[in-house]
Nanobody, 121 residues
């Protein structure tokens, strides 16, 4: 079991940037993959980005070129840098840990509580 605590959400104008952080309660060196999902009101939860232990990444198409996921195993932390934010990016963002297969598909197992990101137009 691992506990995850997100931070960094908030309100930003369209075109702005936010950086999310997620700290795990134990070492992430042995964790296969870490990622971020989001859920907007009235919509299903969707994968935003994931990163494997070896640094392989997986992004949803709508955030490619704008968002960057990274992890620092020495700090037990995964980050999501979000640039050029759009109102459609408004959602609760959830950190998670799980596994990434050879195809790059990500399967989350443990979830954080989420942090709100609101982008105003």
């Amino acid at each position: 079991q691992v506990q995850l605590v997100e931070s960094g959400g908030g309100l930003v104008q369209a075109g702005g940037s936010l950086s999310l952080s997620c700290v795990a309660s134990r070492s992430t060196f042995s964790i296969n993959a870490m990622g971020w999902y989001r859920q907007a009101p009235g919509k299903q939860r969707e994968l935003v980005a994931a990163i494997s232990r070896g640094g392989r990444t997986n992004y949803r198409d709508s955030v490619k070129g704008r968002f960057t996921i990274s992890r620092d195993n020495a700090k037990n932390t995964v980050y999501l840098q979000m640039n050029s934010l759009k109102p459609d990016d408004t959602a609760v963002y959830y950190c998670n840990v799980g596994t990434m297969g050879y195809s790059g598909s990500y399967d989350p197992v443990h979830w954080g509580q989420g942090t709100q990101v609101t982008v105003s137009s």
